[in-house]
């Protein structure tokens, strides 16, 4: 080979090596690096209803929602304004749950985040919302816990304080701390 032929040879893999770094290049930077890749939902959606039967084909609970997000690192999904729907075994719904947003685990767990509001549907109950800002319901067990101010509504009562430890089925709700009830009040 002469001078020439090699230096051109040369040249020509020196542009095929810059070529392909570049592109190496451009394929990094349009792609999401491994640390944000594990922050991405592996699925989502806008406007899901998602209903959860028991084995034996009765509902159990139903999520609506404005925009889903699931992940696959941890396992758990995420839900913007969730409206979560509890269901008795005799097909009747007891209780409305509305949030801003929510996490639900694998193992069950809801956590609810501001603005959450838990009314109970079934008119004849003494229990009838609680409103916090933040609280988690185990949906097998439906108890339901936060440590946050709490609001209690019931008939005739109204009740105020700190930290909340509750059964939905049994309907029940406790205030742990400071807390103020006043009856036959309208107070809000």
Known sequence: MNK???ICFLLLILIVGVYYSYQK?????N????ANQSEMPI???DDMVTNIYDLSGNLVYKIESG??????TNNNTDFDLPNVTLYAQDHAATWNIKAKRATLTNDKLIYLYQDVTLTNLMPDSQLQQVITDNAEVDLTTQIVTSKDPVKIRGIGFFSTGVGLVG???EKTANILENVKTFYNSEAQ
């Open 4 to 6: 020439k032929n090699l």
């Open 25 to 29: 290049d451009d394929d990094v930077s």
């Open 31 to 34: 792609s999401p690096s491994n």
């Open 43 to 45: 699925y989502q959606s």
């Open 67 to 72: 925009k889903v997000k699931h992940f696959d």
């Open 167 to 169: 059964n939905l089925r």
